[in-house]
């Protein structure tokens, strides 16, 4: 039980990963699929963020005081990138949702597969 | 030009392999040249005679080497991967094979040229270039150093006979190729393949050497195995069950089972056995090993149940075809009988029956341009009407069968010998069984044809065209001469 | 500049990418398009002739050395990757002329090609990279662009759409997993530097953390290659893509995932580490086996000649699997070997079928009947490539065969081997359904007239020469997988 008090991060790292990842998968609508790759993303920011705290460290921007502790400023750097990464990841699929909606009229997987099933004889456009 | 400088007898034995190979590429070029820039009636003839010419003069580089007998001679091309390369070494059996296929090539081509006019069939050029580089592959397969060679080239002959296969574009003759090419390609890439590359893991080289490679380096427990994916492997020497490919081409115009048949096919299939059971298992490790004896009974039982099939067939070609499976076996059963002796009576043969096939499938093919016939039921009496042809089928059948003053007579004579040797008494029976079976699939026909009387009787001859005629008389010629010539043939083979 | 070569590699065509779309003219996309990856070929091949000659190159970008900078490396194994890398860019740029001429609205020619060139950085960078989050990077630099091109298909067949969608979703996951590998490793070790963690990570031992990475890494990487079971979005994404995407990306892409597996798998865990080859290797060789069958199997039923040879793709990509799996020498030898050679081959064959989809819509075996006749030179093509994906002697793909089977034998797996020949003897069934529908069955009345002239099927005629080449002189290109292969194994067999 102890662990869960000295590494709570982590678990919770790993609810929202399985919260995000569950999400993906098993929701057929596109937007909540996106919504729960943010969530996943999300929580590999938090992991990556957690692990560079170091013991009684402030935030990693210089202060100009001798002796100043800081956690690892790698990390924050990194995740600053795999936002940015996440953000345009999210931009292109919405778009790609807005396109969908436009060409088929749904953005609900099963709905979608009737469709495909239904036009895959005669070719599409 | 200096024509002295061109002489095949003086040549070097390298400059020989090279025009080996190369002068059958020359003449696809050649049908491709003037495809395109010769226009008019002419067209045909200048494509068909160059075919001829650079035939005949390539049967005579294969006749001057084989007569140097310059045993060693190795040229390499390039290297392929690290360790294995595209190279070609000289020794008694391939020249053999390069001089059966040599000398075969110009006939055949005379006679694809008359059958392909007389029956007017179409897409004349693609089916002479093709035919062309199927002989090449044939020479590259006869004169090949390595195992890996004579891999590639047998892949090439596969592929560069296939649309000769499927020729006529008819639905049979797509599924028929499809049979081809299905056994074919999976038996070389799964079984074939599979045998080289563990040889070339086993011994570390797949140069082919006197002797064989493998001794000491495979548990003799093993060696059935191994022999097995090659036996199965080479597609296209039609061991049973692997044999289904061979009647099935029998939809293709009857030049390409002449080819299939004698000169190219099967006979680059039995070489191949031979060729990897002396030069790379070796005569004298197969022999202690014992890894050899289930393909004697292999062989044997495909030399029987073929000739029986045979028995039971009507359209002449199928008939022919099924015989050529049992022959097949006999050379097969040559190698698998592991004895220097029978090995030299299976190399022969595979000259003997090329003779013999060769004239039988060309009357086939006489009788189809001149009467369109190909059922032995409707050929009765037609031996008054095309006696040249039905002599000349005679005489390739009793070379099959075995007598002498026949070629063949020699072939089967020296397989008994080597199958004495080694005290396989059984093989001496199935010999003497399949002999009797030949006689009466091969004789009924000859008799009807002579003896019985037509549906319709009308005697008088009309015979198949000249450029029909000609081949079949010369190979007919040539299963006497062969008998006669043994010791020619037989004397690189002594040891 | 010589010493700048490592960036530059990557720079060519990631600067090149703006500057695309900024233009107006799509004429000149095209061009810039062609100088940059021009420029990119001829760099990675001055590379792998430095590399040839003077050993491995580290570059330290901005000057600062590793570990604390992202240095990019140059060794004997990326040496070899580069080139056909970025000589399939080159090619497919070509051919993307005419083929987005047909396939993409002129409006977004010029963002085609931005986006194209960022792919294509994208992979060259992930390739070139010495840093393990440089990977991560460049892997979502080069997916973003390959999901929005993916998606320029809807022109012609709108479930582009989806299949852009599904390749985001899944890519994502993918890249996702693998940066959490990544950052399980950075706790472990302190370094993102991939030959500072090569010292590090095997010191670990086998410990659950290490496993734990090396799960998510790979998980990652196989479902951006397309090991099965992970390679549903692939089939869909290729089919429906614009055909110039379809042959870049089924060429490359999956390619270079494969590269990075290796090097992660290999260079930072090492064939030594605890449980490697018996475990993860026996995994994947398991799932690269059946990944061959079920590739090759569901290609013979396929009608649509891109989506065949996605499938057939699947199928070679377990091949490569397969020898990634044997952890030995020759197995990493076999599969950079056929990662080149299938480069090669697929680039051909979609750029030739890709020929015959722009002109008739779609290119599928009613598309192509009596193709023959009509377009000789792009069927040849088609055939070539096919007889090398079959593995005929005289082409690339039996060079690759010839090695990966010896490799499987040389430990005695002989059933593979078995497994791997009848997989590969089964690719004939759908090369000659696809030979006798082009050459002989007839046209049928009213199909579109099929033509071609030199400007179309020349592309995909250069990368059947290749094929051809290394086919016939393959002792180059072995040698140089061995010299990859050496990198990772040492001395050991």
Redesign the interface.
Known sequence: MSILLTHWNYFLVIVLMMLG?YA?IARGN?VK?MVG?NI??TS?FM??IS?GKVGEGTAPILTGEAGTVYSNP??HV?IL??IV?GV??TA??YA??I??QE??GSIEDNE?IEM?DD?AED??? | MNPFAMNPFAMTPETLILLLLGLPLLAAAGVLVAGKVVTGAQQANIRDGQGVLIGLYTALCAIALFAAMPVGTDITLLTFVPGLSLSFTLEPLGLLFALVAGCLWPIATLYTIGYLRGADEKNQTRFMFFYAVAIHAAMGIALSGNLLTLFVFYEILTFSTYPLVTHKGTEDAKKAGRVYLGILVASSVILLLFGVIAVWVLAGTLDFAAGGILAGKIDAAYVPLLLGLFAFGIGKAALMPLHRWLPAAMVAPTPVSALLHAVAVVKAGVFTVLKVAIYIFGLDFLAESGGSDWLVYVASFSILAASCVALTKTNLKARLAYSTVSQLGYIVLGAALASPLAASGAALHIATHAAGKITLFFCAGAIYVAHHLSDIKDMDGLGRKMPITYLAFAIGALSIIGVPPLGGAWSKFILMGGALDNGHLLVLAVLMVSSLLNLVYLGEFVLRGFFATPSQPDSTVSEAPLACLVPLVVTALLSIALFFGVDLFMLPFSG | MMQHLPVLQVLAPLMAAPFAALLRWRHMAWGLAMLATGAAFVISLALFVQVSANGTIVYDLGGWPAPIGIVYVIDAANAVVLPVISFIGFIATLAARHLVAREIDRRDHALFYSAWLLTLAGMLGQVTTGDAFNIFVFLEISSLSAYALVAMGAGRDRRALPAAFNYLILGTVGATFYVIGIGLLYMQTGTLNLADLANRVPQLGATLPAYTALAFIALGLFLKMALFPLHFWLVPAYGYAPSAVSALMAATATKVSVYVLIRLIFGVFGADFPSLADGFGMLVITLGLVGAFVGTLAAIVETDLKKLFAQSSIAQLGYMAIGIGLVTASGLTAAIIHLFNHALMKGALFLAIGVIAAQAGRATMGTIQGAGRQIPMTMTAVLFGGLALIGVPLTAGFISKLYLIRALIEVDFWLIAALVFISSALALAYIWKIVEAAWLSERPEGAPVLTESIGTWLPAWLLVLATLGFGIFAAPLVEAAMAAADIFFGGRP
Request: charged share 5%; proline share 3%; net charge positive.
């Open positions: 990842f993906v596109m699929k790759l996943f993303q590999v992991l990556y692990m790698l990390p990194l990138t795999a990464v345009a990841t292109v699929g790609l949702i396109r969908i060409s088929f979608l495909l036009a070719g599409a456009s």
